[in-house]
């Protein structure tokens, strides 16, 4: 009897906990951006864009959009991402108007895209929708960095238009 108590246990344990894509690792090729990476997805190159972010410009084909912040998000998403293997999970749209895998992506067993979040590179992006599994932890994650005031939320400058953006997107 003890042993089938242990075995259901494991059981449980194996096949309660919420599966992520995370399992299946993909090696990165580019970074593109701080949002935009190109993977092997089983033998493809595939760019996927990160869900739920949005940190400023820097490679955007109008000069004019990109700023140093931008640069600090893409130059933080090349040091994490470069040379790694990540894992991705998809929410319900799976594809954006350009044509990219719309994801979260894992390194390290972490979700990147908080990460972003958490580090003040971007804020929660909700333009599109909020996270359907994520949204606390990024409301969480940027409330942190916003009461920090780290990166984008040290500039005021920045940080007025985000706040602007956010009221537009029903989001405070």
């Avoid at 449980?12 to 997805?41: E, S």
Wanted: hydrophobic residues 35%; glycine residues 8%; proline residues 4%.
């Amino acid at each position: 009897m003890v042993k089938f108590k242990n075995l259901f246990l494991i059981f449980t344990i194996l096949f309660a906990v919420p599966y992520t894509a995370a399992a299946d690792q993909y090696q990165v090729l580019r970074i593109v951006d701080g949002d935009t990476i190109v993977i092997d997805y089983n033998g493809t190159r595939e760019k996927i864009r990160f869900l739920c972010v949005n940190p400023p410009e820097s490679v955007h084909p109008d000069r004019k959009q990109n700023i140093p912040m931008g640069k600090v998000a893409s130059d933080y998403t090349k040091k994490r991402l470069s040379g790694k293997s990540v894992g991705i999970e998809l929410e319900t749209k799976t594809r954006g108007r350009y044509g990219r895998l719309l994801a979260y992506v894992f390194v390290d067993g972490k979700n990147f895209n908080l990460e972003l979040v958490q580090q003040g590179l971007s804020p929660y992006y909700t333009k599109y929708g909020r996270s359907g599994k994520y949204d606390q932890a990024f409301r969480d994650a940027e409330k942190s960095a916003r009461d920090l005031g780290l990166n984008i939320w040290g500039d005021p400058e920045l940080r007025e238009k985000y706040l602007r953006l956010k009221s537009k997107w029903g989001q405070r």
